[in-house]
């Protein structure tokens, strides 16, 4: 089964109301909406995309050291995913298909992270609950994600849903603003180019990890 068939069999079970999150039905049209502003806008077609110059970071993993895309990308290309945070099904789902295909991905040269907003305890649940085998980067404010053009601003009736629904970004950020990033996934190359790039401003939707093989074996290969 593909990441996004999981994706879907997940959102049918989440949008039917059933167990463990019994989701009420009045807020899928919330969520749509939100979603659907998100594409209008047009923000995921200005952020980095293939062709472009990554930008560098240097964060925190979830035990607190330091991690460089500098000094991973001098040892061959890096595998780089955004995503929300713990809390969301839909990362969950994304990172555990990522660490499945990490050794496939490891053979090929590559090294793989994972970037969220989250605080550093947060981003330790994620790699203890997912059984990950590549580290969390924490970004303090989002501002990693903010370089990368994925970083956007909540709209108040999303807040007053998440609040209503006890989803307290400003607790599991450490951060008051209610900003998230769009999920994305980024292969860059080691001299700094972005190879391929998959922004998407719905969160339901991800790219299979396996699109990313042929990319990074040209890359080691050229």
Not at 46 to 54: E, H, S, T, V
Not at 97 to 106: D, R
């Amino acid at each position: 089964m593909s990441l996004q068939d999981k994706l879907d069999a997940f959102k049918a079970d989440f949008k039917a109301g059933k167990p463990p999150y019994h989701a009420p039905p009045e807020i899928h049209p919330i969520m749509e909406r939100a979603t659907a502003e998100l594409i209008a806008s047009g923000q995921a077609a200005r952020a980095i995309k293939a062709g472009d110059r990554a930008p560098t970071f240097r964060l925190k993993d979830q035990d607190g050291n330091d991690v460089s895309s500098v000094d991973l990308l001098a040892k061959g290309p890096l595998v780089v995913t955004f995503y929300r945070g713990v809390w969301c099904p839909y990362c969950n789902l994304e990172l555990q298909a990522l660490n499945e295909a990490l050794p496939q991905l490891q053979a090929l040269g590559a090294n793989v992270v994972a970037i969220s907003p989250q605080t550093a305890v947060n981003s330790r649940k994620s790699v203890r609950t997912n059984h990950l085998g590549f580290p969390v980067l924490v970004d303090a404010h989002g501002e990693t994600g903010a370089a990368f053009g994925l970083r956007f601003n909540l709209p108040d009736y999303l807040v007053d849903l998440y609040t209503m629904l006890k989803n307290d970004l400003p607790a599991f950020n450490n951060d008051p603003g209610w900003t998230l990033p769009m999920p994305a996934r980024y292969v860059i190359g080691q001299d700094g180019i972005v190879l391929y790039s998959e922004v998407n401003p719905d969160y339901t939707h991800r790219p299979d990890p396996s699109d990313m093989f042929p990319v990074i074996d040209k890359a080691v290969h050229a």
